[in-house]
């Protein structure tokens, strides 16, 4: 019984609340842990399906019940190599991916990276050096520091629709996952063809404080980066996002 979908990004969109309303179904079997990072892994993907996805299987317990498998890796959206791989895996993938303002994903991924210790800089800092950081990564994609290069959405989905149609990508928002999250689940499990279940309670997952809000400069330089990129978007999809480039109330002034 092959994969039959993936969650695959975006990161830092509520991709592991989006997980645990998933794994209440009981017609779907996900992995033993979110974010198995197979299609993702250039450094080892060859040697991790030299058995013809025997050990990518063995990750999964289906029972006499499920109909579908899947599983949730926020980073095979921005991952170049990961949707031709997923493609010839199953051409027949399902795909789900949600999508979150790049200026407050970016700033929720730092914020991640500084709360496990591995980012040392300031946000502004960080994305002064992010360029220099994804060159020094060469050949290899960055993970750990891609705050804005994530965010660049209609690239990525471009890339996926290069070898999956349309109607095999369910595109969700992130604020409809955060404000109507029933709604939003519904629309998941009529994707996936399984019932729909009675409400259920609001998930929440990896909820961090901030060490820091986010300051106006911040912002404006954020908003000047992402700005083309999300009328682009709403023109690629038909969605308004004006409210992205609306700056919060709650900014921090500048030192």
């Not at 369910?170 to 729909?196: K, S």
């Amino acid at each position: 019984m092959k994969v039959g979908f993936l969650g695959v990004g975006v990161q830092k969109a509520g991709t592991s609340a989006l997980d645990a309303y998933l794994r209440t179904h009981p017609s779907l079997c996900m992995a033993k842990v979110k974010e198995v990072h197979l299609f993702d892994d250039d450094q080892t993907y060859f040697k991790r399906t030299l058995d013809g996805y025997a050990a990518y299987h063995r990750l999964f317990d289906p029972l006499s019940s499920t109909q579908l498998i899947g599983e949730i890796t926020p980073a095979y959206m921005y991952w170049n190599e990961a949707p031709r791989r997923i493609w010839e895996y199953n051409p027949a993938m399902k795909l789900i991916a949600v999508l979150r303002n790049p200026i407050t994903r970016a700033y929720s991924q730092w914020n991640m990276q500084r709360h496990v210790g591995i980012e040392p800089l300031p946000f502004w800092d960080a994305l002064h050096a992010e360029m220099q950081r994804l060159r020094d990564s060469v050949p290899f994609q960055n993970r750990k520091f891609s705050y804005a290069d994530r965010g660049f959405y209609t690239g990525q989905l471009r890339r996926l629709w290069t070898f999956f149609p349309f109607e095999q990508v369910l595109l969700l928002r992130y604020d409809d996952l955060r404000r109507e999250p029933n709604a939003t689940i519904d629309r998941v499990f009529d994707f996936l063809g399984v019932e729909r279940l009675p409400p259920m309670p609001p998930q929440q997952a990896h909820v961090r404080p901030y060490a820091a809000r986010m300051t106006q400069r911040e912002w404006d330089y954020l908003s000047s980066v992402f700005e083309f990129e999300i009328h682009a978007l709403e023109r690629m999809l038909g969605w308004d996002c004006a409210e992205w480039l609306r700056p919060p109330p709650d900014l921090a002034k500048d030192a």
